[in-house]
């Protein structure tokens, strides 16, 4: 399936008609993943169809080798057809960021990989925690030794307050203490197949909005390898790799949210133009108004976005781990998480009566509440504090 794809330049993997095909089902099915809060098969299907689950992991394991703003196009895409699809692809491609830039060397995650590309696995993760207040640093469950002759075997009990697809997943990146002993903040991350756990559903799913993301809370018991504890410190994987993928990748989806949203009120201000012809709407200003927002925060994005490029691998990487970085990184999180509540407000105010009224081409409402799950996604106010702290010892000399 992924070998379809290997020849191809980066670029034009979003062009390939099987994530065309794609695009089109996450659309046509949008409306009734939120309205019924269930997983979009469909639009998953596609994707795996289109070898898409495994575009990031390296030729040699068979996948297509594309980099972090091929990945942001495509979440991009998603999202304007449908948040929840787009959120699962990015929450998907940063659990496979973090194996591939820091396990590849450990066998068994070098085979985990080519199993990934053949059989277009999806991962979901148990970062979350009942009992951590949020902290993504801190962990209550350990590693603990399980009992077989070779003292190989591992085993954990989690409760995750949220698992996103976690019923759909085929494998699992649970954070955990390393042992029963170590500190809280002293973590490693765990892979598990579906076949060396147990999921038990502790929560419901009902939610304002990304109602197709499916999130309950799961209380997950595993016993695996120890060879599937990922070999570096989960302290630097949230640094250098699952912190700046998922605020760059969850960016791009939100701003396909916002983009959507633009898109119908530029609609609707075009049908009030040709009702009066000659004469420019007064909703045009507010339109004009959002296109300035939308540029401000798409340069934001693509900025960081080539920041962290430049940065991910070689010399520049250690400075992944300064306080300028994770300064820049948050603010990134926190500004893309704002406007799209901005842009998709003022659209719905563009579109009127039309836009608050559910279905129909300028209906705003699965946007905009789609929207306001972003500040909530390592909450803002955390954010906000972090950096505050680190403005503290932070000069910034540019």
Not at 321 to 350: D, F, H, P
Not at 373 to 387: F, G, K, P
Request: proline share 3%; with cysteine.
């Amino acid at each position: 399936m992924s070998s379809t794809v290997e020849v191809l330049p980066l670029e034009a993997l979003t062009s390939l008609e099987s994530f065309q095909n794609a695009l089109r089902i996450a659309e046509q099915n949008a409306d009734d993943v939120d309205t019924r809060a269930r997983f979009p098969l469909e639009s998953i299907a596609a994707l795996r169809s289109a070898g898409a689950m495994s575009w990031q992991v390296s030729h040699q394991y068979g996948g297509a080798g594309a980099k972090i703003d091929v990945l942001s196009d495509a979440a991009f895409e998603l999202a304007r057809r449908c948040a929840s699809t787009g959120m699962i692809f990015a929450m998907h491609q940063i659990q496979v960021a973090c194996i591939l830039r820091h396990a590849t060397h450990v066998p068994w995650f070098a085979n985990y990989l080519q199993a990934l590309a053949d059989e277009q696995r999806l991962i979901a993760s148990a970062t979350s925690e009942a009992g951590v207040g949020g902290n993504l640093r801190k962990s209550i469950a350990a590693v603990e030794p399980a009992s077989d002759a070779d003292g190989n075997l591992i085993r954990f009990e989690k409760e995750a307050s949220t698992i996103s697809y976690g019923a759909e997943a085929d494998d699992l990146l649970t954070t955990l203490r390393r042992s029963p002993t170590a500190d809280h903040g002293d973590q490693v991350l765990v892979l598990t197949r579906s076949s060396d756990m147990e999921a038990r559903k502790i929560s419901e799913w009902n939610t304002l909005g990304m109602r197709g993301t499916c999130s309950p809370g799961f209380k997950v018991s595993a016993t695996c390898s120890r060879d599937q504890i990922l070999p570096v410190p989960f302290a630097t994987i949230a640094i250098e790799t699952m912190v700046p993928f998922s605020h760059i990748l969850w960016a791009n989806v939100w701003l396909g949210i916002a983009a959507a949203a633009f898109e119908r009120s530029q609609s609707f201000v075009k049908l009030q133009a040709r009702q009066n012809p000659g004469t420019t709407p007064p909703s045009a200003l507010k339109l004009s108004g959002m296109s300035v927002r939308m540029a401000e925060i798409r340069s934001l994005i693509r900025s960081a976005t080539k920041e962290y490029m430049d940065l991910a691998d070689g010399e520049g990487r250690f400075t992944l781990s300064t306080a300028g970085y994770a300064l820049r990184i948050n603010q990134l999180k926190i500004a893309a998480s704002e406007a799209v509540v901005e842009i998709c407000q003022e659209a719905l105010r563009v579109c009127g009566f039309l836009g608050y009224k559910n279905g129909g081409p300028y209906s705003i409402g699965r946007h905009l509440r789609d929207a306001h799950s972003a500040a909530l996604m390592i909450a803002n106010d955390r954010l906000r504090a972090t950096n505050a702290t680190l403005l503290l010892v932070h000069r910034d000399t540019k």
